[in-house]
């Protein structure tokens, strides 16, 4: 059973490692398009990356923080705990 438990662990950390690349990608687009909003002096375009810069910033810094719980809990596994009366 807790092998079980760390397998499905270890693939959601992988499945997290995947979102963070992904959010990285966005971010990397939502500054190049910064960029460009900005080279172009084209003031609607430049709100709409910078909104799209904060989102990719953000979702970044969630899923890396849920990757940091997923770790921590990967590495110090929580026993199950056994009511007393069960035990005797």
């Known amino acids: ?3 079980l ?3 499905t662990k270890a693939e959601h950390v992988t499945r997290l490692e995947k979102g963070i690349e992904d959010a ?6 939502a500054k190049m398009k910064l960029a460009e909003a900005t080279n172009n002096n ?3 375009a430049m709100v709409e990356a910078q909104t799209l ?3 990719a910033q953000d ?3 969630r899923l ?5 719980k997923a770790d921590y809990e990967l590495r110090n ?12």
Request: zero cysteines.
């Open 1 to 3: 059973m807790s092998q």
């Open 5 to 7: 438990e760390r397998n």
């Open 24 to 29: 990285q990608v966005q971010l990397e687009y």
């Open 42 to 44: 084209d003031g609607q």
């Open 53 to 55: 810069w904060q989102n």
């Open 59 to 61: 979702q970044v810094r």
């Open 64 to 68: 890396n923080g849920l990757k940091e």
């Open 77 to 88: 596994p929580q026993q199950p705990s056994i009511d007393p009366q069960i035990q005797k």
